[in-house]
Structure formats: C-alpha cells, structure tokens
C-alpha cells in the first residue's frame, strides 16, 4: 500500500486495463511518443506485444487507487537473456513521416546497443519497458514503489537469474529518478541530432527533455 494506492504484481487479466491506461496517460505524456505525434493506431500494436511479453513473468507491477480501483500507474518489466532475439526492437513502424522514421531510429538505435555495452558477465537482466504515473497521482512516490514492487520476489530474481536493470530513460524527470536510484548512463541519443530535410529538429518533446539515455543497474547477488 502507499497511502490511498495499492501497488501489486501486474496479471495477465490486467493487460486490457493497462493498454486503455498506457493509451490515455503514457501514449500523450511519453515525450518521443508526444514529439512524434504518435496515434493510439501507432502505439497499441507495440504496446499489446510489451504488455503479453512483460506479463509472463511475475516483474511488473500495477497501481491502482483503492477507492475506485482505476489503474494509476505500471511498471511493465520483462527478461532480457544476452542473444535473445525476441527482445530486439519490436520492428513495429509506425508512419513513414520523418517525425516517425526519427522516433523508430532512436529507439532502435538505443535499444539494440544493450548487449554491446553491458560488463560482459552480464547475461540475464530485467528490461524495464514501460514506467508511467497518471499525472493526477504525481509526486506521491508512486514511481519508487512500482519500482521496489518490481523486486520484492526474490526467490524469482534469483530462479531467472537476473542480475541488473535496464531502462531506455526518455524523459530528463526518469532519467534523475534513476541516476538517483543508482542507475549509470552506457549510452545518450540527442534528440536535436536528429534533423529534417529543412534542417528543422525533428523531436521537440513539450516537457523541455533533450534525450533518451540507456541506464543500466547491477543487482546484488
């Protein structure tokens, strides 16, 4: 529990409630989604397939207020194993406007360097695909407790082997949250680097963010 949120292991029986909430919140807040213009026509396909892969394993964690149950945040966590090619890119394109072909490269590009630059001894980690607060519930550590709700089954870490953390932070607000919770930065794509065919940057996200770092945490054994 925090406070009047009960934060709980994410179901399968709860995909449908978490595409209509990452649909309504995270598809507008999200600043590439946002930057990009992308649609709920855009996003649902990528998102159903994150949500079916993030759900068969007991890592990811759904707030809810408990007054009305309504779905106020999600942590959508899944295994990454080292050669593992289904958590490649979801090779899903949305338009092909140049807004739309910069938001797939970025993501592409940040997602497939993984592997490269994780420590070698690295081969099992949790990805966390998905981390989203409805905007009404901000500020009340509900972030953090998904979070910790993520990796309070220790006997799972330990049985998936999973040995640290990995998250695509596009937002300057998450990438604090996780260099404060003791996230390194391997990698940073800068959304002005991406430029149109009038030189106009193409990402221009409203919340001021200037780009997408791949932050990677070890776990203790």
Request: charged share 25%.
């Amino acid at each position: 529990m925090c406070g009047d949120i009960s934060i709980a292991t994410a179901q399968p029986s709860d995909k449908k409630e978490i595409l209509d909430f990452l649909v309504k919140y995270f598809l507008v807040d999200e600043p590439m989604n946002q930057a990009a213009g992308i649609t709920a026509s855009d996003f649902l396909p990528i998102a159903s397939i994150i949500a079916t892969r993030c759900l068969r394993t007991p890592f990811s964690t759904v707030a809810r207020d408990s007054g009305t149950n309504e779905v106020v945040g999600v942590a959508l966590n899944s295994i990454w194993n080292r050669g593992e090619e289904e958590n490649e890119y979801y090779n899903t394109k949305t338009r092909t406007d140049e807004r739309a072909r910069a938001h797939d490269k970025i993501m592409n590009e940040i997602h497939s360097s993984f592997w490269k630059l994780a420590p070698n001894d690295i081969s099992t980690v949790l990805h966390s695909e998905i981390s989203s607060v409805s905007p009404h519930y901000r500020r009340r550590g509900i972030a953090s407790n998904l979070y910790k709700k993520s990796l309070e089954d220790t006997e799972s870490i330990k049985s998936f082997n999973v040995q640290g953390i990995v998250a695509e932070a596009s937002s300057t607000a998450n990438q604090r949250l996780l260099t404060k919770q003791g996230y390194e930065t391997l990698r940073e794509i800068i959304y002005g680097d991406y430029r149109g065919s009038n030189g106009e940057v193409l990402l221009q996200p409203k919340d001021g963010s200037e780009s997408i770092a791949l932050k990677f945490k070890r776990l203790p054994l």
